[in-house]
């Protein structure tokens, strides 16, 4: 009557007799017991996390300042000048595609196609010995813009006039002091020479005046990407990129202010691109190819200058400025009026626009016909002034005139014009 006999729970230390309902309450509370001791355990752990996870607030970011006198500055300070530009003592790298090297028992049989393209592929051969790649580089040359211990030949006063201990510098017409050792201690070139240059045919060495607050790497290279555009320009020609001012507000043209100065350095740059292009011979073909002279901004005094007296004005078959006419106006009339077989471009902005209106009345009163349109073709003593649209930055000029990429649309349209081709590969005089 009672029915089955009841069971010892084997959790009732006890061992008491249960009811079921009495059982399921004993693992109820077995059950609230463990939840309450994992909390005990996972709640203090919980604390620091969540106030990790608080953003302080901005009173407490001012009272560590003040209480540190550390600002973002002092804790995440700008790269110094040591760290944008190598010390002349180094090199850039070569800025070139490469291939990796197939080990030779895995070598095709076959020779194949060349490739130009970097890979780890095991089977990727290297170009046959016959093909070039584009090569960019840094070279030291003595005759390069700096370092000049001559004079001013605008004040005839020595260049560096500022003298501190052994410390020596530049006070630019802005007053501001810039020290030889940081600013005009670098002869360094930038060197690019095309993958297609056949120093048997036709060519052209073009030479780039860069502007102010600039370096040859960050600037010329890599942002305004002036080697790109010789290449890309499908133009027989080579580049030359001397360090002026280093980043620096100063136009100054170092030993381009000298007689020759500019001939000199054509002179020397001859070994260095032969070497570059990889046949010792073609240094006579570089001593006597025809120039192209850019000069960008501040790279109007240097170019005016190497126009004057640089002692190579017959090597110089044309002139690009771009946003350029600050001065020097004379110059430029003078070697645009003795000079017809010879092309002259100005692109300008609203920043140069009154200067390059004025060379054009000199021009004109010269009785030297001018064009404000790029759109025609490029003849040998063209004359062109071009005004870019509003908008375009003075920055960037050097990639966004009045089209992209000017540089390149100036050589290609040159080497569109039969009779600038020709007179290209005539010999110059020396």
Same mark, same amino acid.
């Given at each position: 009557?009672?029915?089955?006999q009841?069971?010892f729970d084997?959790?009732d230390r006890?061992g008491?007799?249960m009811s079921?309902?009495? %059982?399921r309450?004993?693992r109820?509370s $077995?059950?609230?017991g463990?939840?309450?001791?994992?909390?005990c355990i996972?709640?203090?752990?919980? !604390?620091p !996390?969540?106030?990790c996870?608080?953003?302080?607030?901005?009173?407490?970011?001012?009272?560590?300042t003040?209480a540190t #006198?550390?600002?973002?500055?002092?804790?995440?300070p700008?790269p110094?000048f040591k *760290?944008?530009?190598?010390?002349?003592?180094?090199?850039?790298?070569?800025y070139?595609?490469?291939a990796?090297?197939a080990?030779a028992q895995m070598a095709?049989?076959t020779?194949?196609?060349?490739?130009r393209i970097?890979?780890?592929?095991?089977?990727?051969?290297? @170009?046959?010995?016959?093909?070039r790649e584009d090569?960019? %580089?840094?070279?030291?040359m003595?005759?390069s813009?700096f370092?000049?211990?001559g004079?001013?030949?605008?004040t005839?006063?020595?260049?560096?006039?500022?003298?501190n201990?052994?410390?020596r510098?530049?006070r +630019?017409y802005? #007053?501001?002091?810039?020290?030889q050792s940081e600013t005009y201690?670098?002869n360094?070139?930038?060197?690019?020479?095309?993958?297609?240059?056949d120093a048997?045919? @036709?060519?052209v060495? &073009?030479?780039?005046?860069?502007?102010?607050g600039?370096?040859?790497e960050r600037d010329? $290279? /890599?942002?305004q990407?002036?080697p790109?555009?010789?290449?890309d320009?499908g133009?027989?020609?080579v580049?030359?990129?001397?360090q002026?001012?280093?980043?620096?507000?100063?136009s100054?043209?170092?030993?381009?202010?000298q007689? #020759?100065?500019?001939k $000199?350095?054509l002179?020397?740059?001859?070994?260095h691109?032969?070497?570059l292009?990889g046949?010792?011979k073609?240094?006579q073909v570089?001593?006597n190819?025809p120039?192209?002279i850019v000069?960008?901004s501040?790279g109007?005094l240097?170019?005016?200058?190497?126009l004057?007296?640089?002692g190579?004005?017959?090597?110089v078959?044309?002139?690009?400025?771009?946003?350029a006419?600050?001065?020097?106006? /004379?110059?430029f009339?003078s070697?645009?009026?003795?000079?017809?077989t010879?092309?002259?471009?100005?692109s300008y902005?609203?920043y140069?626009?009154p200067? *390059?209106?004025?060379l054009m009345?000199?021009?004109?009163?010269?009785?030297?016909? &001018?064009s404000? +349109?790029m759109?025609g073709?490029?003849?040998p003593? +063209?004359? &062109?002034?071009?005004?870019?649209?509003?908008g375009? %930055?003075?920055r960037?000029?050097?990639?966004q005139?009045?089209?992209e990429?000017?540089?390149?649309?100036?050589?290609?349209?040159?080497?569109a014009?039969p009779?600038l081709t020709?007179?290209? +590969?005539? @010999?110059?005089?020396?």
């Amino acid at each position: 009557m009672f029915g089955a006999q009841p069971k010892f729970d084997s959790h009732d230390r006890v061992g008491r007799a249960m009811s079921p309902g009495a %059982t399921r309450h004993a693992r109820s509370s $077995r059950r609230r017991g463990r939840w309450i001791v994992a909390g005990c355990i996972l709640i203090p752990l919980a !604390l620091p !996390l969540a106030q990790c996870g608080k953003a302080p607030n901005a009173g407490m970011l001012a009272a560590n300042t003040q209480a540190t #006198g550390d600002t973002f500055e002092d804790r995440f300070p700008a790269p110094q000048f040591k *760290d944008r530009f190598p010390t002349e003592k180094e090199s850039l790298a070569p800025y070139q595609r490469t291939a990796a090297a197939a080990p030779a028992q895995m070598a095709p049989k076959t020779a194949p196609s060349p490739v130009r393209i970097a890979s780890i592929s095991p089977t990727l051969t290297l @170009p046959q010995p016959t093909e070039r790649e584009d090569m960019t %580089t840094l070279v030291s040359m003595k005759s390069s813009a700096f370092p000049y211990f001559g004079n001013n030949p605008r004040t005839d006063a020595p260049f560096l006039n500022v003298g501190n201990g052994d410390r020596r510098g530049h006070r +630019s017409y802005g #007053g501001r002091v810039f020290w030889q050792s940081e600013t005009y201690n670098d002869n360094r070139v930038l060197v690019h020479v095309p993958e297609s240059f056949d120093a048997n045919k @036709p060519g052209v060495i &073009v030479v780039f005046f860069h502007g102010n607050g600039a370096t040859l790497e960050r600037d010329v $290279r /890599d942002r305004q990407q002036v080697p790109q555009q010789i290449t890309d320009s499908g133009v027989n020609a080579v580049l030359l990129a001397p360090q002026m001012a280093v980043d620096a507000a100063d136009s100054s043209a170092g030993k381009f202010w000298q007689p #020759g100065g500019f001939k $000199r350095f054509l002179d020397e740059s001859a070994s260095h691109l032969a070497r570059l292009y990889g046949d010792p011979k073609s240094a006579q073909v570089f001593a006597n190819m025809p120039v192209v002279i850019v000069g960008y901004s501040g790279g109007f005094l240097p170019t005016a200058w190497s126009l004057e007296v640089g002692g190579a004005a017959g090597r110089v078959r044309g002139v690009l400025l771009l946003d350029a006419v600050y001065g020097e106006l /004379d110059k430029f009339a003078s070697w645009i009026e003795n000079n017809r077989t010879g092309f002259f471009v100005s692109s300008y902005t609203h920043y140069t626009r009154p200067r *390059d209106r004025e060379l054009m009345s000199m021009l004109r009163g010269k009785g030297i016909p &001018v064009s404000e +349109s790029m759109d025609g073709p490029l003849r040998p003593g +063209s004359v &062109v002034f071009v005004q870019t649209r509003d908008g375009i %930055t003075h920055r960037s000029y050097v990639t966004q005139a009045w089209t992209e990429f000017p540089i390149q649309a100036v050589l290609t349209k040159m080497a569109a014009t039969p009779a600038l081709t020709r007179m290209a +590969s005539a @010999p110059t005089s020396r």
